[in-house]
């Protein structure tokens, strides 16, 4: 049986909106409020699941919380669209090393912000 997204187990997403593609690597639930709504979705998939998502710009913050910077980096969005549509493949799932848990506490509290008045919890909003 495949291993499924969980708390704390490393995740590896291929994410496309429109003609941009990339990858995304994180450790799922690892913010101090735990899984953002993002993740919530990504629950015991499996790699190959696919979903595909439509979110209002103004709603990307509160679904994305700590992984919207990184989900911007991924797809190189400087100016988001009005809707962020999105396909989301799960590529690969595993259980992180400890290092790449302590190393994603530590990411997910010093962001410089998530870019907007959020409450996500990233200190920099």
Not at 6 to 26: M, N, Y
Not at 80 to 86: C, G, K, S, W
């Amino acid at each position: 049986m495949p291993i499924a997204v969980d708390h704390l187990k490393k995740v590896a997403l291929e994410i496309q909106a429109d003609t941009r593609k990339g990858e995304l690597v994180f450790i799922c639930g690892a913010a101090s409020e735990g899984f953002c709504p993002f993740e919530y979705e990504l629950l015991h998939k499996t790699p190959g699941d696919q979903l595909h998502l439509s979110v209002p710009r103004d709603k990307a913050v509160r679904t994305f919380a700590h992984l919207y910077t990184p989900l911007q980096k991924a797809l190189g969005i400087t100016k988001p669209a009005e809707t962020f549509d999105l396909t989301v493949s799960v590529i690969a799932i595993s259980d992180p090393e400890p290092r790449e848990i302590i190393q994603a506490l530590a990411q997910v509290t010093d962001q410089n912000g998530c870019g907007g008045d959020c409450g996500c919890g990233c200190g920099g909003c």
